[in-house]
């Protein structure tokens, strides 16, 4: 069965950092696309980065600079290590997969999700 479950989440003050994880089991995550998504309280979900099997990577531009998408297909595992946090990033994050011949932010083109990684940018 196939399964993302995201990890990494929490409370972090502006100016901070976090890491999340996407841990993939029972497919292999180098044939599929790998997204990270987010959806604030009241908001439409929206791609934050991607990242193809071959290492390319998108992102969204209230992210780059900020953000990067790394993929270790050793761990079956994509990251997404967040610097600089703003209060606008609180959300929750998921990943999502895809076996896509193209990068896309857009999260219709994802049929693969996890259950989500509540992140929280207060002071």
């Known amino acids: 069965q196939l399964q993302l479950v995201e990890s990494g989440g929490g409370l972090v003050q502006p100016g901070g950092s976090l890491r999340l994880s996407c841990a993939a089991s029972?497919?292999?995550?180098?044939?599929?696309?790998i997204g990270w998504f987010r959806q604030a309280p009241g908001k439409e979900r929206e791609g934050v980065s991607c990242?193809?099997?071959?290492?390319?990577?998108n992102y969204a531009d209230s992210v780059k600079g900020r953000f990067t998408i790394s993929r270790d297909n050793a761990k079956n595992t994509v990251y997404l290590q967040m610097n600089s946090l703003k209060p606008e990033d609180t959300a929750v994050y998921y990943c999502a997969a895809a076996r896509l011949f193209f990068k896309s932010l857009s999260p219709t083109q994802y049929p693969y999700w996890g259950q989500g990684t509540q992140v929280t940018v207060s002071s």
């Open positions: 029972g497919f292999t995550l180098d044939n599929y696309v």
């Open positions: 990242i193809s099997s071959g290492g390319s990577t």
